[in-house]
């Protein structure tokens, strides 16, 4: 089993669409969870950080299940500019690797 | 934002060269990081640098060797690559190395292996 997973997509939505992507990972052990985003030919930038009491800001929203290992993150109200690359990132308690999902693809579409 | 620089953006070169890659921070970061992203694949961590000692080397062939003068400047010396390590080389950098630190990214070198 891979260590994080993440669904590659392309999730096509239209604007205004609520989405939700989750990332699983395999490490009970992970402490720290983070969604970064990727524009096209672009570097990951980071989007949020995600809490055990679950985080939003503005039409995003992050949440962490520890009991079946996953993290979710919602987009509310789809804007074009949201199309991008969504990436997990989970990092384990006495290691400083941080370990990448492949990503999940948007393209919200008019 | 140029938080995080490196050069050259891109760059192409053949199995028997030798080149460098260079990264640079302006964020007063003391943790640096060179990752490899290929297509369809996640990104996959090959080093880091904490106060400029190498804390981790992901089992990362001997054709890549880094390089950290200080805690502002990375580089990364490639000799006689094979085709399958052309990819997006991105540096990054962060305060530290705990387990909470956010990664600051550069835009990446597109490094072409012929």
């Known amino acids: 089993r891979k260590e994080v997973e993440q669904d590659p997509g392309p999730f096509n939505v239209p604007e205004g669409a609520t989405v939700a992507f989750n990332c699983t990972y395999s490490n009970s052990a992970s402490q720290s969870f983070f969604w970064y985003r990727q524009d096209c030919r672009k570097e990951p930038k980071l989007l949020m950080s995600?809490?055990?009491s679950g985080n939003e800001d503005g039409r995003f929203t992050a949440q962490l299940n520890r009991a079946s290992q996953y993290i979710s993150l919602l987009i509310r109200d789809s804007k074009l500019s949201d199309s991008a690359t969504y990436l997990c990132v989970v990092m384990t308690g006495g290691s400083y690797i941080p370990t990448f999902g492949r990503g999940t693809s948007l393209i919200v579409h008019p | 934002e140029t938080g995080v620089t490196q050069t050259p953006r891109h760059l192409v070169m053949g199995m028997t060269n030798k080149k460098s890659l260079k990264c640079e921070q302006h964020?007063?970061?003391?943790?640096m990081y060179w990752y490899k992203q290929s297509a369809k694949k996640p990104l996959e961590l090959m080093f880091v640098y904490n106060f400029k000692e190498q804390t981790e080397n992901n089992s990362v062939p001997s054709r890549f060797s880094p390089e950290c003068p200080n805690s502002s400047h990375l580089f990364l010396h490639l000799h006689t690559l094979q085709p399958e390590d052309s990819a997006l080389y991105l540096c990054?950098?962060?305060?530290?190395?705990?387990?909470?630190?956010?990664?600051?990214f550069g835009p990446g070198t597109r490094l072409l292996v012929l």
């Open positions: 995600v809490y055990s």
């Open positions: 990054a950098s962060s305060p530290g190395t705990s387990v909470q630190e956010t990664q600051y």
């Open positions: 964020l007063g970061h003391n943790a």
